[in-house]
């Protein structure tokens, strides 16, 4: 199959590292806007990106008392970053020949046009390798090659669909399909109504993101420590007993990650599957299953198949495989 019509595309880490560490600042400076400028929602959601059928967006940012209502999109077929308000009026960024200080510049500039007044508290990159140069200095990051990051969101959205499937079967409080800018990872997290107590030392940012009981299934496109594109998922807090656990399929495998674990499915080996997608979503659903029994929750409630909830529509899927 061409990679146009293969399921899951390959996409080596290696294969655009300059591009990725590139448009993940890129990502980073806008991400940081909507930290600012959003209404916060639990679980930070409020300051991550939705996928859409030509790159990823914000939700919308800005309050009713104080416009403009905006949001900011990029686009990976124009290979722009569109500002956009309820005004009806919008500015555009060039994303190819530009490094992420004259990027910084031009979305700072782009928003003071339109009227919103932004001051971003830490204009650094988070927990990145140049964590402590401002993105105004930064001229060192500078590639883009625009078939390269239109391909890895081809990617991106094969895997969003994936997840969307996936998050179609549970009832239960659940995030959107949602882009992380810092870690630069898509992931859906199901939660149960459990609070989870934390020392007073932990960081804020970790302490709402973990403050309820959650299951989280994602993907990363490989890094310095997973150096090649990889589905994720974990169970935290960690129920005991968990890593002993047996996945699906078999290439899966449990990783330890801090004091805990984290259950892996290299993207490649759900490529060389008979059916990639099933693979992916049968992975998903392992963890679940197992993550789930071990915390005791109410799998049977909170099933939804098909993202049917009412018991009398639901009787047609009766017989899929759960």
């Known amino acids: ?26 990502a980073q400076v806008v991400g940081k806007v909507a ?4 209404i916060r929602r639990n679980h930070w959601w409020h300051m991550t990106y939705r996928l859409t059928a030509r790159g990823w967006t914000t939700v919308p940012l800005g309050t009713a008392r104080n416009g403009p209502v905006f949001t900011c999109a990029f686009d990976f077929f124009d290979h722009v970053l569109r500002i956009a308000t309820t005004h009806g009026v919008e500015v555009e960024i060039e994303l190819i020949d530009q490094s992420v200080s004259s990027f910084y510049g031009d979305v700072m500039n782009g928003l003071s046009d339109l009227g919103v007044d932004v001051v971003l508290p830490h204009p650094h990159p988070f927990d990145l390798p140049d964590k402590t140069r401002p993105f ?24 969003g669909q994936i997840l969307e499937e996936f998050g179609a079967t549970y009832s239960g409080k659940i995030s959107p399909v949602q882009l992380f800018w810092h870690s630069f990872d898509l992931a859906v997290q199901r939660f149960s109504d459990r609070r989870i107590d934390m020392p007073a030392s932990v960081d804020s940012v970790t302490r709402e993101a973990y403050s309820r009981e959650v299951i989280s299934a994602g993907f990363w496109f490989g890094d310095d420590k997973v150096p090649a594109p990889t589905f994720y998922s974990y169970v935290a807090p960690e129920p005991g007993g968990l890593s002993d656990r047996i996945l699906r399929p078999p290439a ?3 990783v330890s990650a801090g004091s805990g674990h984290t259950a892996q499915l290299a ?3 759900a490529r060389k599957a008979d059916d990639p997608v099933g693979a992916a979503l049968q992975f998903f659903q392992s963890v679940y299953e197992n993550g789930s029994e071990l915390a005791g929750w109410n799998t049977a409630e909170l099933a939804c198949w098909a993202g049917i909830t009412d018991p009398v529509l639901e009787q ?3 017989d899929w495989p759960r």
Do not use: C
């Open 136 to 159: 105004e200095d930064d001229t060192e990051h500078a590639n883009y090659d625009p078939d390269k990051v239109r391909h890895a969101f081809r990617v991106l959205s094969q895997v």
């Open 1 to 26: 199959m061409t990679a146009a019509s293969e399921p899951l595309p390959a996409i080596p880490l290696e294969s655009w590292r300059p591009t990725k560490e590139t448009l993940h600042r890129f």
């Open 35 to 38: 930290l600012a400028q959003g």
């Open 252 to 254: 899966a495998r449990w």
């Open 267 to 269: 993207y490649d080996d």
């Open 316 to 318: 047609p899927f009766a």
